[in-house]
């Protein structure tokens, strides 16, 4: 529990600005967009704020940043490879409806 708490925290942040928003945007969908739009910005950058305010992992790094540094750019790599197949096999999906539903 005590290592789970800090991941936890961060994540439960995100979905209560992410909740917050969506609240705010409902409750202010009858004003202008710039002021609909301005007011969840606010709401999200609360939220970020917060998780920055939020303490730091207690533990000291042990490993070398050249290893940390490759694992973070092969880590980026995965992400975009998941978002570049998962956003072409959607457009392709997108692509054959039409072309049976027209």
Do not use: E
Request: glycine share 8%; proline share 7%; aromatic share 6%.
């Amino acid at each position: 529990a005590q290592r789970s708490r800090p991941y936890l925290v961060p994540l439960l942040d995100g979905l209560v600005g992410a909740c917050t928003a969506a609240l705010v945007s409902r409750s202010l969908s009858d004003r202008a967009a710039p002021t609909r739009q301005l007011s969840i910005a606010g709401v999200l950058m609360a939220t970020v704020a917060l998780t920055f305010v939020l303490p730091s992992d207690p533990d000291p790094l042990t490993v070398p940043a050249g290893l940390l540094w490759t694992f973070r750019l092969l880590s980026l790599g995965t992400l975009l490879l998941l978002w570049v197949g998962l956003s072409a096999t959607y457009g392709l999906l997108v692509l054959r409806a039409r072309r049976t539903a027209g």
